[in-house]
């Protein structure tokens, strides 16, 4: 059982930042993957970011060069630059180990233009 609690959503203008934050109730490094999604109103959820425990990342390629996913020996975390409109939704902390998958309680991120 691994408990994911996030932080950080909120409300802000197109080509604003946000850091959103998850913290785990294990250690972050005995953790395989950590990752965040997002799912938009009307749409399903989808990959925003990964990052395994030897610190290769991967990103949706609307992200690309917006997005950077890293962790600390504490939390992970998504810091989101030049944010636009269709950024805004619902953003989730996941969490793989082993087998399992771990979700958080999700964060509504709203940007306005």
């Known amino acids: 059982q691994v408990q994911l609690v996030e932080s950080g959503g909120g409300l802000v203008q197109a080509g604003g930042s946000l850091r959103l934050s998850c913290a785990a109730s294990r250690s972050i490094f005995s953790i395989d993957v950590m990752g965040w999604y997002r799912q938009a109103p009307g749409k399903q959820r989808e990959l925003v970011a990964t990052?395994?425990?030897?610190?290769t990342t991967n990103y949706a390629d609307s992200v690309k060069g917006r997005f950077t996913i890293s962790r600390d020996n504490a939390k992970n975390y998504l810091q989101m630059n030049t944010l636009k409109a269709e950024d805004t939704g619902v953003y989730y902390c996941?969490?793989?180990?082993?087998?399992?998958?771990?979700w958080g309680q999700g964060t509504q991120v709203t940007v306005s233009s």
């Open positions: 996941n969490a793989v180990l082993g087998l399992r998958r771990y």
């Open positions: 990052i395994t425990s030897g610190d």
